[in-house]
């Protein structure tokens, strides 16, 4: 048994049973993919997957009952390497962090930019997605550090972290009617056209409820990922828009006014999220703390694995 025969069954896994994409994958060629599976499963005395032909087209419930054992060692392989990696070259390597738009466009440049300079060295790659996607990349162990506000908190596995709250507001074009409004309402704003976030990207869930709960139902005449888009429409008189408060800068975006409307809408709370029992440099550490103040190493660690990243 090697470390590329789990690599494989990993691989075949994500793939659907597509071996020619788990050879393109691992770079490597689909009769050789074959072979390390046939020899695994000779070796283990058991089939792995089920087979039509030449296709596999699922697990045996022998394969079903080694897959977690397979991540497993797989992750602890990994943590072999960043350790050594750790104590070799402590302000080198890479840093993977998956989080949606809003959280790369608005929350994070100003821990980024703190973070390089201190380790300029470390390569910082952010990959954007849906809170779905963020999930997968973490369980696939692709990103290191997770970031979003919805999902992350729900899924087995995980450690979860609060980084900050926040809330929505109402942003409109220069000399919208609701402009002359001196306490706005949620029926006020029901009138008009809406354009805000897609379901499940930046507390639309919370937004849907707080309509519903006054017996609401707001005409969103537009939706999309990230904030640049919505106040894009805003500003071509479309609607009115529904944002997070952070994604309105009032030196940029002069065609249009954040209205006063914090009493309408209940906090977000934005959260980091990390696989369980995987081994973090110590710059993955010191970028959570930029993050938030008490999120020390100390702290993380004991919610990772207790003892296990001393």
Known sequence: MNLQQLRIIRETLRCNFNLT?????????QSGVSKHIKDLEDEL?????????KRLTGLTHPGQGIVKYVERMLGDATNIKNLAEHFSAQDTGELILATTHT?????????????????????LKLLQGSPEEIIKLLL???ADIGIATEALNDVEGFAVFPFYSWQHAVVAPQ?????????LTLADIAQYPIITYHEGFTGRAKLDQTFQAANLKPDIVLS????????????????IGIIA????DSQKDTALIKLNS????????????????????????HFMELCSADLTEAAIGEKLSPGDND
């Open 140 to 142: 696939n162990g692709e």
């Open 45 to 53: 005395g058991v089939e792995l997957f089920l087979r039509k032909g």
């Open 175 to 183: 000399n919208h009617p609701l402009c002359a409004v001196q306490k």
């Open 262 to 285: 914090e009493h309408l809408f209940t906090s977000n709370l934005t959260r980091i999220a990390l696989r369980k029992n995987q081994y973090l440099r110590g710059f993955a550490y």
């Open 21 to 29: 994409e788990v050879a393109q994958r691992l770079f490597t060629s």
């Open 224 to 239: 999309a990922l990230d904030a640049d888009v919505i106040k894009t429409y805003v500003e071509l008189g479309m609607g």
């Open 245 to 248: 408060a952070v994604a309105f």
């Open 103 to 123: 959280q790369a466009r608005y929350a994070l440049p100003p821990v980024v930019a703190k973070f390089k300079q201190t380790y300029p060295r470390v390569h």
